[in-house]
């Protein structure tokens, strides 16, 4: 006999754009949605009796009938009307997830966008039997800096060949997500956090990826007080000096190879 | 004042191709590995201090070195001997995680090779204070049924247009991952596991993507008594009939479109 | 005035399951097709007049609605069908191209299927007011040799810092595309041509990878009296031995790492 | 016996990021290098001699060492001056070819940057034995409107199930390349004319996506008149509209689901 431990379902890559067609102007929201429900859906896995189980597609079909009814506004708060919506409509469930990646856009004129690629926004609701939980966010934001960025005083074994530094690039892209006390502003929080991540690592003398994370992770729980909690993953996108030597040139220290594999993975989770 | 509540660190995507040239024939492994250490490294996040911070490029030069000393053998094992190992070098870190995935080549002669590409070999260890894990696993299975596949009996709400069927295209890319119990042979397992899932996939009379997940788990904690516990993703890669009585084609249910995205999502955890 | 030089436009990404449900067992057929018309659409481009521009929506219902009349058989003769109905129903066109990938699919039961990752086919017809053109191909087959590949012998200049070797290892992706002459069968030249080609690469004593590439077209035209050319790709995958000294190990040659970028290319088309 | 009809070699994916530290701040410049070299290179491939093929190392390294002599500057003349020195260092070569594509970095402070993804700018430099080629360009240029854009007029046929519109969404990812001709200023025109695409783009009047990269090509020739010719690639990502009556919303054409594929491919050259 097979037992079933734990389990979850939902529906992954839901596209939505939405047009909302102003007097003078348009307004466009792009999201990529996904939904999960945890919960007692054993009869199905073990049974095959579907009977607690809202179809897939059926969570697909009330994400863009939410949107019908006009502007989804903030996504935080999209996500959590449709997940306290799918908590009321599974019974079977103890919580629906809706996590929701948005792409922004420019506006070019009253009908014309430019993609803006500097970040994506992400947020993500989860209704639970027990209470809620808000998180918003922000991915894919890429940073470097050329200077104030050292590695050393770290301790060394038989494996260890790496110089210490006092002079590297240090390169990444930001993934952080912050858990909302109540009565947060989303939006506000939305657009100032990437700037406030961003000028936090500029403005930081570093000794490594860590100290720079936790860094920005205090600028941010400083410039907005909703957040409860944020939690960062910074992968270490290496550059490697190139030895100009070789070719008879004088090594300057400006010239490196931006290596995609391996990366250090630094990840740390914040609070007051 | 900022706190650190969690963290972790490491390296990932490290590249380890291994040739063991016997008399007669080469043996070639791949591997990607992922090094992961958990611990208390506080004091490098919160204040710039790196003397418990055993470098990311310390790991990468472990592996290298590791895998200097002879042939790896079976990854589970490999990623084994690094965790201990990792572990007992960073005496901050309260676990040390290895993750592997191989990628299986297929002879040609006796030093060629070529790459197959029916799935992934997956491996991982932790190493903690009080206790190991390992697993084994494969992943980018990718699996169709064109019989034996209904979805019907489910609930319906007022976003519910989805019609009931018995006699669907199910297809699925699977990732299973299973944790050994003592005394476990991994290259069984992982050599017989593979079309262990395939074939419950095949043959079984499913009402459901989670009904035929949780045949996949039966077959496989039946096959292989080492398995304490299998956890399966499968996401649902629809393929939708196309209408062609539009074009004056009679309707013989043959012509499909395979979407990307949306998709569902269904995982599971199971035991005995 | 703007003038049009030269124009191209058509539908890619035309994802096309055809199952073929035999008595006793069912076949699948997986492409994924692009369709290229060239020809006099100046009008479209630069008066928006659209009388000309058969919408490529229309491309993509012809193709399924092809499908709809039945198994589509060998991809290359697909294709050529629906490259010549396109001459025929653009007027405007000059030629109409249609390129095909195929995804095999292993067979697991009379309707179970598990995805061979060995490699995709491809097709390509073009169908023109002078004539037509047929071509078949592979893409996606990955070879490794770990004997047998040397480098050496080549030219040294103020940036050469490469030292010669004669055994290194040598790893590709392949790219092949042949023309068919009159008369070919299509099928059976698909079904042949991966293993020869691999098995040249195999055998090959190597000074280049334009060597082996030569070795292996030589093969394929050697193989198949109906090509008349053979157009190939090969990107040098390199995998670099790790300096294992410094970590106290004796370097047997035997650890590599296996790198992304960047990455050697080499092309050739060949003939008898 | 087998004949090389044509060859072609180099060296893709050079990452190259270059810091210039001047007094107050530093300046990045970040490309991805390829390098291809055409000529006689048949020895080579048919007898395995390797006299006249300089290796594809030696084009790696000589990008990072002309990269050393100082700021590479705009990366059109970067590419045109190492396509000459690989025509001269290469006897056989006769064309020898450069592309760059450079990833934009926004500065956050004098030695921090973000990277801007709203587009990457390309560059190309050929040179040949009888003259030489520079072009310019721009890709991933994510541009959409909600209004004015039409396709109507279209022929039907027995395959074309498309309404006309005369209000639809039009989206694209423009990827634009241009010639330029003689004592054209590169940076002034990589930096106008991503913007005067744009603009172009937005403001049109569209009856079709040829339609508009006629408008939008125009307008390029216009503002720069150092470019002899444009070449534009546009596909056009769908935007369909959901329905969403069946869930009791009134459909007032604002929601929409953003496809992936199919997609159209529409591509055109123009000159003055």
């Known amino acids: 006999m097979t037992r079933l431990v734990s389990d979850r379902y939902g529906k992954a ?66 996500g959590l009307r ?29 009908h014309g966008f430019r993609r803006d690629g500097g970040w994506r926004r992400t947020a993500r609701a989860v209704a639970g039997r027990d209470g809620e939980a808000v998180f918003g966010g922000v991915r894919d934001l890429v940073l470097l800096k050329t200077a104030g960025s050292a590695f ?27 858990r909302y006390g109540p009565g947060a502003d989303h939006g506000a929080c939305a657009r100032e956090l990437p700037a406030v991540l961003a000028s936090a690592f500029d403005a930081h003398d570093s000794r490594s990826v860590q100290h720079t994370m936790a860094a920005m992770a205090a600028a941010a729980l400083d410039a ?32 490196f190879v931006a290596t995609d594999r391996p990366y250090g993975h630094i990840e740390g989770t914040f609070r007051r």
Do not use: C, K
């Open 13 to 78: 890559g839901i596209r939505l754009v939405q047009v909302t067609r102003g007097p003078g102007a348009h307004e466009v929201t792009d999201l990529t949605v996904d939904v999960l429900l945890t919960g007692d859906f054993a009869a199905a896995y073990l049974e095959g009796d579907n009977r607690d189980v809202l179809p897939t597609d059926t969570l697909r079909g009330t994400v863009y009938a939410f949107a019908g009814d006009g502007p989804v506004g903030e996504p935080e708060m999209f």
């Open 82 to 110: 449709l997940a306290r919506h799918f908590l009321s409509a599974s019974p079977a469930a103890g919580t629906a997830e809706v996590a929701l990646v948005g792409d922004p856009w420019v506006r070019l004129g009253p």
């Open 152 to 178: 050393s005083g770290f301790p060394r074994d038989a494996y260890t060949t790496l110089e210490e530094t006092e002079d590297r690039l240090m390169a990444t892209a930001v993934e952080a997500e912050w």
């Open 224 to 255: 907005r007080g909703e957040l409860d909690e944020i939690r960062m993953v910074l992968p270490n996108r290496h550059h490697l000096p190139v030895d100009l030597t070789p070719y008879g040139r004088e090594d300057r220290g400006e010239v």
